[in-house]
């Protein structure tokens, strides 16, 4: 979590993070006993190298799920700032992370938004909180407007238009981003082979114009 969202959840939770940091990384391994205790070690010599002002271990149970449920109620503590809010999906390299993080802020900037970040560090999927008055049409245009340019950039730098939650219905128009026309219409034909009369979740993951509804085969084709 980025410093802005670790102050929103701190506020809501009292999860234990402190308030004037940067950003809060959590790092959780399991093993037996004696191997854990090695893992904890190295990666406790390796957040030092990396400049990290403090590296906390959770003294017992209570506090790890504290820790815890600090990030995982995170969109949650976001509410108390502002009840409405889009919440991305990009996923990049993880050795592009701080980069990325520096792109959203100048993209903050340039659209005069508020965005908060918490992530899956470890396999570099981002979600961006874009927070907007839905009321105020030119603030949410703006917001979209942000959405798209971090997604665009997470293609730029290797990354793809969604880390878990898929493609659906709302990301469709930026399936072009990631794939040119020959690969969106070949997915388009392997679609039709196996739902010719689109009654499978119709409507989602290909663009406007290139859905099996929307393009219709001449008479007498077959896939």
């Known amino acids: 979590m980025d410093g802005w969202v670790l102050r929103m959840v701190e506020a809501a939770t009292h999860a234990g993070y402190p308030v004037d940091a940067g950003a809060v990384l959590l790092i959780e391994v399991e093993g037996l006993r004696e191997e854990v205790e090695e893992q904890a070690e ?3 010599q390796v957040c030092r ?5 403090e590296v906390r ?4 149970e209570r506090e790890r799920q504290l820790l815890w449920s600090g990030r995982k109620n995170a969109a949650g503590a976001v509410g108390r700032f502002s009840p409405k809010y889009y919440t991305q999906d990009g996923v990049i390299p993880r050795t ?3 980069q990325a993080l520096r792109q959203i802020e100048a993209m903050a900037k340039k659209y005069s938004l508020t965005i908060g970040n918490i992530m899956h560090a470890g396999d570099g999927n981002l979600h961006p909180i874009i927070c907007f008055d839905p009321r105020d ?3 949410k245009r703006r917001a ?5 340019e971090i997604i665009a950039y997470c293609v730029s730098v290797g990354g793809s238009i969604t880390g878990e939650h898929g493609v659906g219905m709302e990301k469709m128009e930026l399936m072009a981003h990631l794939f040119p026309d020959e690969s969106l219409e070949m997915i388009r034909r392997f679609k039709n082979l196996f739902d010719p009369q689109c009654r499978l979740n119709p409507g989602k993951v290909l663009p406007t114009g290139k859905g ?3 393009i219709r085969q001449p008479a007498g084709m077959t896939l």
């Open 42 to 44: 190295a990666i406790r």
């Open 57 to 60: 271990r959770a003294r017992d």
């Open 137 to 139: 049409a030119d603030h």
């Open 96 to 98: 592009r992370v701080p």
């Open 212 to 214: 099996c509804l929307e």
């Open 49 to 53: 190298k990396q400049k990290a002002r």
């Open 144 to 148: 979209m407007q942000a959405s798209d």
